[in-house]
């Protein structure tokens, strides 16, 4: 198998680590990300809603990569979605172990919050 060497990868999980904690986090760093910026200014919109949309787009956008590059794996009718919802699993638990390893970015808390979305729960109960 051709797999990066196990310092490698350490070091590639430390700079994925570092960029986004440089990217949500404006305060301890000097010169934050645009979306730092922001946070620092709404820190309760970003925090709730943007963080979580960014999660979601590198998982979209990770998937649409798979698809496009297998797309006759994916597309089997016996084994394709079946391998995707694999992949796709592997994927949340990857992104969750490297950039949210406490789920405070799970789940979109802006829309969770609101008044509407708590009617809507106890409707759905």
């Given amino acids: 198998e051709n797999r990066l060497p196990q310092?490698?990868?350490?070091?590639?999980?430390?700079?994925?680590?570092?960029?986004?904690?440089?990217?949500?986090?404006?305060?301890?760093?000097r010169r934050p990300s645009a979306l730092g910026q922001r946070l620092a200014k709404e820190p309760e919109s970003g925090i709730s809603f943007l963080i979580p949309v960014q999660l979601l787009s590198i998982k979209c956008g990770v998937e649409m990569v798979f698809r496009k590059q297998y797309p006759q794996t994916f597309a089997d009718v016996?084994?394709?979605?079946?391998?995707m919802q694999l992949v796709l699993e592997q994927l949340n638990i990857l992104v969750m172990n490297l950039f949210d390893p406490d789920c405070a970015h799970a789940s979109f808390g802006a829309f969770d919050?609101?008044?509407e979305a708590m009617k809507l729960r106890r409707k759905l109960r």
């Fill in 78 to 83: 016996h084994s394709g979605e079946k391998l």
């Fill in 7 to 29: 310092s490698s990868r350490q070091s590639l999980i430390l700079s994925l680590q570092d960029l986004w904690s440089k990217h949500i986090d404006p305060v301890q760093h």
């Fill in 113 to 115: 919050s609101s008044i």
